[in-house]
Nanobody, 118 residues
């Protein structure tokens, strides 16, 4: 059982930046692919970004491409989401997830709220 704990959310003005972190409890963290998802009020959860176990491959939703960067530090069992040029429409609860393959996530964190004011 992998436990994931997100942090780094908060209130930021449009155009600002935040870095989210997701710490994993599992020592085999480096064998999992990791993803970030978000859910805005009244909307379905949507994919934001994903990263392979090695960090060599990354994937992004079109809406965040060029503004967000996903990365991981396997020595620290942590995945990050650097968010730049934030927009009000980025406001959501952000979740990290872990899985064996991209697109199939078995473990989820509790989420961290990001609010972008205009």
């Amino acid at each position: 059982q992998v436990q994931l704990v997100e942090s780094g959310g908060g209130l930021v003005q449009a155009g600002g930046s935040l870095r989210l972190s997701c710490a994993a409890s599992e020592r085999t963290f480096s064998t999992y692919v990791m993803g970030w998802f978000r859910q805005a009020p009244g909307k379905e959860r949507q994919f934001v970004a994903a990263i392979s176990w090695s960090g060599d491959s990354t994937y992004y939703a079109d809406s965040v491409k060029g503004r967000f960067t996903i990365s991981r530090d396997n020595a620290k069992n942590t995945v990050y989401l650097q968010m730049n040029s934030l927009k009000p429409e980025d406001t959501a609860v952000y979740y990290c997830a872990a899985g064996v393959v991209i697109g199939a996530y078995a473990y989820w964190g509790q989420g961290t709220l990001v609010t972008v004011s205009s």
